[in-house]
């Protein structure tokens, strides 16, 4: 099956020190496990997961300041 079939988005999940962190997949969790797969286990712990928007690419723009 294509990926297109399935949608992703992008969603930016409040972290503990006030930064935001960039995910993109399926759902909010599909992007948490994706995140999993590249980040240690410290990094991960800074994130909060219930905490998160989803944006559109577009506005990816308007949020670059705020990635940590």
Not at 4 to 20: R, V
Request: aromatic share 8%; proline share 3%.
């Amino acid at each position: 099956m294509s990926s297109f079939s399935n949608p992703h988005y992008m969603y930016l999940f409040d972290m503990k020190n006030g930064k935001k962190k960039l995910a993109y997949g399926q759902s909010p969790q599909d992007a948490l496990d994706i995140l999993r797969l590249r980040l240690s286990d410290e990094e991960m712990a800074q994130i909060r997961a219930d905490q998160y928007v989803k944006i559109s690419q577009r506005k990816l723009q308007e949020h670059v300041d705020e990635l940590g």
